[in-house]
């Protein structure tokens, strides 16, 4: 029987597991999107729901608290400063998941988990913009030049 299991162990022992959910806590805090297994995703997004409702409060107990978790001393920061206030109307459900599929070697379940709030960078979504515009321009140069080089053909035959 299954019954009362609290959590996915992740089929590793605990130093390891410990590690994973330090590791993964704080790359989600940094990059706000991250890219994993589903059973992972699950059992992080417990973890960094927990330090988010903690850093809605910036308290010292809370900074301590959390520190254990989050690695990075500027992701702490950032916690605190950027994302708990950003979250301070939410009653929890700070991130979500989204599925992406199997994952071509292994057929694992490929997740991506965001915060909710999290939107893509401007200058990426700018550049894209400005590509985008450059390769029109190039081809609206190749259509006049085509259409200039048959002009002077038929002038030519004229």
Excluded: C, W
Aim: net charge positive; no cysteine.
């Amino acid at each position: 029987m299954k019954h009362r299991i609290g959590f996915n162990r992740l089929e590793r022992n605990a130093a390891h597991r410990k590690s994973l959910h330090r590791n993964m806590v704080t790359s989600l805090f940094k990059y706000e999107r991250i890219e994993t297994t589903k059973s992972k995703a699950l059992e992080i997004r417990r973890t960094a729901e927990k330090l988010i409702t903690r850093a809605k409060e910036d308290t010292v107990h809370n900074r301590r608290i959390a520190g254990e978790k989050v690695l990075d001393p500027a992701m702490l920061v950032k916690l605190f400063k950027e994302i708990g206030p950003r979250m301070k109307d939410r009653n929890g459900g700070y991130t979500r998941i989204l599925k992406l599929g199997a994952r071509q070697g292994d057929g694992a379940m490929m997740v991506i988990l965001e915060l909710v709030d999290y939107k893509l960078d401007e200058k990426k979504e700018k550049e894209r913009q400005v590509r985008k515009e450059r390769r029109q321009k190039a081809k609206a140069e190749e259509k006049e030049e085509k259409t200039d080089g048959k002009a002077e053909k038929a002038e030519a035959k004229e």
